[in-house]
């Protein structure tokens, strides 16, 4: 049976994501956890994270999660990263005041800005929340079954650019373009919630369960 | 290619059961709250509004199961509100599988509240709701005042001026019920819902008064709202999400189908 480690570093409701990852395959062991020896066993593994970047950097670090995340992705084990768990995942964001994070994907976290427009001109409020319409770039297999533009929930204030461009497997538009998910051989994450994205979300996460780590 | 404007059922639970009141009087009963969150996701819901009107303790752990019965089985945000005063109750509800929590009364008795539980939580799922009714007399320049205890309770604070501080002190969302129009089903009071859109940089949620399909339109291209949410014309079946969706978008409104 297949194991999924749901990384636990006191960051936001993890509730939905593993009620969600058991909705999509009953039977799936959900495992949210801080402990790395399951992180280290666990033949998948999940990093969410919601709230400021600093304070999640701040727990990443105090609780090892840094080499957790490092051993997962090198072992060649399917990785998810979500929200502020694809955030981490860049080398640095400019939220409070600039922090560097984990360095994974090569690539920076900017603000909206507070003066977003759309192009008819009317002003777009921030956080970017609600459902949006992501434009994949090429096939993979986390987006099987998912149709091209589907809408997926997001509530984020920050938006990643992406510095190597072959790896962005999404975009989206709000006032700016920016990147929603990003693909690298075993690694894939992604701005929205798929947890909360109702039915394209669900199938995000069962292809989750069913990827064997290659792109 | 746009961020759609959101439409969110508000179902309002007291003892484990949905109930609507007219200018929060009248009740009457209309389900069971997972069932009729289900109900709202297959229709195409984009959030579901969860707000407790249960006034004792027993009630609130009633409410707590029921968020997780909901969390397990419907798969869209989910906001709780009614009675949220410590960050404690945040936590609860947060855990319980609430996506963002509401906080109306304690944010007037204490600001410092939200500030608080937005550097905890982050502002991402910090909501305000603010109940304003209009106090200013014909011929007078437009004034709204805040209320609390389900509109009962004058606080002398100025709904536009409430709005922008409570996001300075962190919250993500605002909830804007008009009062005066709560349940009586003559629309959204827009005045209000474009004064403060238009005051804040977050996103607007409309509430209150909502009768038919146009005052859905409304809120969004007059009031500027980002979001509206409606009860009783979903509970009794005068509309469905679809319905009302499809009349937005011939609207010219970006919606999610």
Redesign the interface.
Known sequence: MSTIAVIDYGMGNLHSVAKALEHVQPGVKVLVTSDPKQVANADRVLLPGVGAIRDCMAEIYKQGVDKEVAEAIRSGRPFLGICVGYQALMQRSEENGGVDCLGEFEGTVNYFGDHLKDDAGERLKVPHMGWNEVQQTGDHPLWQGIENGSRFYFVHSYYVKAAQRQQVAATCNYGVDFDVAQARDNVFAVQFHPEKSHSAGLQLLKNFINWDGKP | ??????IIPCLDVENGRVVKGVQFLDIRDAGDPVEVAKRY?EQGA?EITFLDITATHEGRETMVHTV?RM???V???LTVGGGIRTCEDIRTM??????KVSINSAAVTNPDFVREAAER?????IVVAIDAKKVSAAGEPDRWEIFTHGGRKPTGLDAVQWAKKMVALGA??ILLTSMDQDGVKNGYDLGVTRAISDAV????IASGGVGNLDHLVDGVLKGKA??VLAASIFHFNEYSIPEAKAYMRAKGIEV?L
């Open positions: 290619m746009a961020l759609a404007k959101r996701d984009d997780e969390a397990s089985q798969f869209i945000p947060l855990n319980a599988g609430a996506d939580f982050g502002s991402q799922c993500g969302e940089n977050v996103p607007i980002d979001a999610r």
